[in-house]
């Protein structure tokens, strides 16, 4: 099973400016790495696939990047309702399919 | 546009059954793979099992393995859980997810909102 840790555990960033979210997963998974965002009582939202391929209708601040065990996601200048968890998970060896444990973004 | 609406969660004793709903539109349900994953009050994400688009290919996580069945109905665009032998551990919001056009990547492209199992004496 791969594991995947994300770091930090919360995220503390003024409107405006960027965040830096990392992933690093405990065996290479190539590109196959997507990035959730989930919002306080709702179901997560598709981000990011292929580690840096935006999802339909996601806006051009979101970027994703890295390879093999290193990933980074990256958020240009935050707006208010980015404000939430983010997760990765990798889909390159599944089942069973595996998600980091989410970093918090949360206005500083 | 797709939807995903869970339904079936509930206050259930330990050791109790429940079956967990997922009614899909907005697409062409026959042709994907479905997942449920799960989180617990306050935690992470979790998936829990996922059936191919003609059921061939069925898996679960090692923790609902011989406890939960995932069944899909394409003529009533319809996703199932069937959860036996319920535990505490198991107390989460389930979600249903859609997949990718290519199957074999586990990708969720849409969530629905949720339904929530507490299992509690």
């Known amino acids: 099973e791969i594991a995947m840790t994300q770091s930090p555990a919360t995220l503390s960033v003024s409107p405006g400016e960027r965040a830096t979210l990392s992933c690093r997963a405990s065996?290479?998974?190539?590109?196959?790495l997507a990035w959730y965002q989930q919002k306080p009582g709702q179901g997560p939202r598709l981000l990011i696939h292929?580690?840096?391929t935006r999802a339909t209708g996601i806006p051009a601040r979101f970027s994703g990047s890295g390879s093999g065990t290193e990933f980074t996601l990256t958020i240009s200048s935050l707006q208010s309702e980015d404000f939430a968890v983010y997760y990765c998970q990798q889909y390159n060896n599944w089942p069973p399919v595996t998600f980091g444990q989410g970093t918090k973004v949360e206005i500083k | 546009e797709v939807q995903l609406v869970e339904s079936g969660g509930t206050l259930v004793k330990p050791g109790g059954s429940l079956r967990l709903s997922c009614a899909a539109s907005?697409?062409?349900?026959?042709?994907?793979?479905m997942y449920w994953v799960r989180q617990a009050p306050g935690k992470g994400l979790e998936w829990v099992s996922s059936i191919s688009s003609a059921t061939h290919y069925v898996f679960y996580a090692d923790s609902v393995k011989g406890r939960f069945t995932i069944t899909r109905d394409n003529a009533k665009n319809s996703l199932y859980l069937q959860m036996n032998s319920l535990r505490a551990e198991d107390t989460a919001m389930y979600y249903c997810?859609?997949?990718?056009?290519?199957?074999?990547?586990?990708?969720?492209?849409?969530w629905g909102q949720g339904t929530l199992v507490t299992v509690s004496s």
């Open positions: 907005g697409f062409t349900f026959s042709s994907y793979t």
């Open positions: 997810a859609r997949g990718d056009s290519l199957e074999q990547l586990a990708l969720f492209h849409n």
């Open positions: 292929g580690a840096s």
């Open positions: 065996q290479s998974v190539g590109s196959n």
